[in-house]
């Protein structure tokens, strides 16, 4: 359920990146923190029984960042460096806390910082953004933060990305803060999970592409495997290798 590939802000962050407003690609910055154990159910959850869930908080939630970085750039991760362990007093056999270093095989390198580790009023206080930078200009999409969820300045009212370009065609844009009044779904993941769910019934028909293909589970499953085994082995680790 890669529902973040249906986000308006997401598909302005590829659109801008599609048409040069960043130049060459340099680096990223990824956050998914969300709230801790505590408020999760860890004693009886199988998320957090390895025999059934295979790894914690990069499969479960980090692959929503790795599978957007994936969808915005249209590159791969590469090769990671990364440690796991658990920070939360609770007794679970997968990782609650992820710290990963990686390089894309088109050369940009970049963090992503993953973690059930949020205190903090409200059922799901969270922290979650992409960044990107490069030559000419950066872009940062939160996917929400802990004080004002979903957006920047405490505007709740749909999502939103933060850029500046001096690329050609986009100078003359200056900063650019857009927010988008998301319509309303009662589905979980909402509208954007709505319509993904929609179209992958019209692709199991036949009638058009998936809009998120299996090798894009793959390729995350690739990179949460790799960031295990360098978290085991201390050593840098070829995605896929």
Not at 129 to 138: E, N, Q, T, V
Request: glycine share 10%.
């Amino acid at each position: 359920m890669f529902q973040w590939r249906y986000s308006a802000s997401i598909l302005e962050a590829k659109r801008a990146l599609d048409e040069g407003a960043l130049g060459e690609l340099w680096a990223v910055e990824m956050r998914m923190l969300t709230s801790q154990l505590r408020y999760r159910r860890p004693r009886t959850s199988y998320l957090f029984r390895s025999k059934y869930a295979g790894s914690g908080i990069l499969s479960w939630l980090g692959c929503h960042v790795l599978d957007s970085l994936a969808f915005i750039t249209g590159d791969r991760i590469a090769e990671i460096t990364a440690m796991t362990g658990n920070q939360n007093p609770e007794p679970v056999d997968v990782e609650d806390t992820a710290m990963v270093a990686f390089r894309m095989a088109g050369g940009a390198m970049g963090t992503l910082h993953a973690g059930y580790l949020m205190a903090g009023p409200g059922k799901n206080p969270d922290d979650s953004m992409i960044a990107l930078r490069g030559s000419k200009g950066y872009l940062q999409v939160p996917f929400s933060t802990p004080w004002s969820p979903r957006t920047f300045d405490g505007d709740q009212s749909g999502l939103a990305y933060l850029m500046w370009s001096e690329a050609p065609g986009w100078e003359t844009g200056g900063t650019r803060h857009a927010t988008f009044d998301v319509p309303h779904s009662d589905v979980y993941g909402g509208v954007m999970a709505e319509r993904l769910f929609s179209d992958f019934l019209v692709a199991a028909k036949g009638s058009a592409p998936a809009p998120s293909p299996i090798e894009s589970l793959v390729h995350v499953l690739d990179v949460v495997e790799a960031a295990k085994q360098s978290s085991k082995t201390g050593r840098a680790v070829k995605v896929g290798g």
